[in-house]
């Protein structure tokens, strides 16, 4: 159990005020004696309101911030909008003119783009800062980046999907270019889904580890997880073990966008060869 003789907290509540300056009111919370992990778990509740809820008064703010509405419209407009560009259409659009080519670029672009995010987050900036910094400031900096990831990934799959449906309509398709589509839809609303249902949990849940280390004096060791005296707290245990479980469903989603993401490639790149006149032996062979 913590044993802790007084723990004062500084909280930071920005106040935003139209037309005015943001103000800051600081918050001294006193706790003495906190002797059990129950009373330090009791703390945490009524600190993590106070970090995470903002300060918004309205219908408009109990919708956007108290309830889960706004994810829920955003992925209804998702699929009406992916529907919609899956509708059959006798019109196919050709790579030739001005507006084609910008197209084309576009969806080279942002395919691109979200391959190379996939892979500097996955394997090159998280693996390196987790084994380079503190385990709070680690934490804090994943805070930041994933919801800009996931973010940013989503818009790239749309873009990417949209581009490739509208130059392949549906009357068009083969079971190669179905595969594609399906990848690629497949991709979008994992990490739309991802973005919306599961990134803000673990942000939340990032905080409450945060709060209850730093009051246990833990938290700054590189590359590896020592609770020290919170290994027999079970509010912590409970905490982390949600943390990892969410964690891991977003580690699996971004392995299977990024599965996704490969398969598009692999397409491209055998288009790219075919228009090229690159062929393969087993062709070569089929044609003598």
């Not at 996704?260 to 790219?272: G, N």
Request: charged share 10%; glycine share 4%; hydrophobic share 50%.
């Amino acid at each position: 159990m913590l044993t802790l003789q007084s723990l004062f907290v500084l909280c930071a509540v920005n106040l935003q005020y139209s037309n005015q300056l943001t103000k800051t009111v600081v918050v001294r919370i006193p706790i003495r004696n906190a002797r059990r992990c129950s009373d330090l778990m009791v703390f945490y509740e009524r600190m993590a309101m106070m970090l995470m809820i903002p300060l918004c008064s309205g219908i408009i703010g109990l919708i956007l911030f108290y309830t889960t509405q706004p994810a829920h419209v955003i992925v209804i407009a998702a699929v009406l909008c992916v529907t919609s560009a899956l509708v059959p259409t006798t019109d196919r659009v050709h790579f030739s003119h001005p507006q084609s080519r910008a197209a084309a670029f576009i969806y080279l672009a942002s395919f691109v783009m979200h391959l190379g995010a996939q892979i500097w987050m996955t394997f090159v900036s998280g693996l390196s800062l987790y084994f380079a910094l503190p385990r709070h400031t680690f934490g804090e900096v994943q805070r930041i980046l994933f919801p800009r990831y996931f973010t940013i990934n989503a818009c790239l799959s749309l873009t990417t999907l949209l581009i490739f449906v509208k130059h392949h309509p549906i009357h068009t398709w083969n079971t190669e270019v179905a595969i594609q589509v399906g990848g690629m839809s497949s991709a979008f609303f994992l990490e739309l889904l991802i973005r919306l249902y599961l990134t803000p949990p673990l942000l939340r849940l990032i905080v409450q580890k945060n709060i209850l280390e730093r009051a246990a004096g833990v938290g700054n060791e590189i590359g590896v997880h020592n609770p020290g005296p919170l290994k027999h707290c079970p509010h912590y245990l409970k905490i982390h073990q949600a943390f990892r479980r969410v964690h891991v469903f977003i580690a699996m989603g971004n392995m299977l966008t990024m599965g996704c993401t490969v398969l598009h490639l692999h397409y491209i790149a055998r288009r790219a060869f075919s228009n090229l006149g690159i062929v393969s032996p087993k062709t070569k062979n089929m044609t003598h």
